[in-house]
């Protein structure tokens, strides 16, 4: 089970029924199940925040919906390994929720997973890649009710 930090930065993920951080700490565990104890932090932020992280970590100068920093350096035998940090950007999950027609939530526990999957070394670099991870969240999703969030996804 990991240890999970939440900061929420960006407060109008308050303003989401249901919402708190037991929330986001359900989706990553539930994510994070048969994986080694670790540490992981959440930043739900918004838009420029993730922008700025985007742009001079990744080169690419727009928001996005999650990033991920995964530490792959395990800690000597015996110390908290510190997985990595995942930073979700507010009105991206709101705006895309909105077009695929989904509530907010469900969008927002699809992107935790997501993130959560890339620390563990998911990736979706090429198509066996993305098949292997996005079974995965699929499969964490309905554990969690949650829909395919790749249904009738073009």
Known sequence: ???IAVQVQDKRYYSKRFFNKAFCRKIITAAWEGVEPA???VVLADDDFVHVLNRDYRGKDKPTNVLSF???EKP???QPWMAGDIIVA???VKKE???LKIPFLTHLAHLLIHGTLHLQGYDHLNDKEAEKMESKEIKIM???GYPNPYKDVE
Do not use: Q
């Open 1 to 3: 089970m990991p240890d």
């Open 39 to 41: 540490e992981v932090s």
């Open 70 to 72: 995964e530490n792959k």
């Open 76 to 78: 000597p035998k015996g």
């Open 90 to 92: 507010y009105e991206t």
């Open 97 to 99: 929720a909105k077009e």
């Open 142 to 144: 309905a554990k969690l």
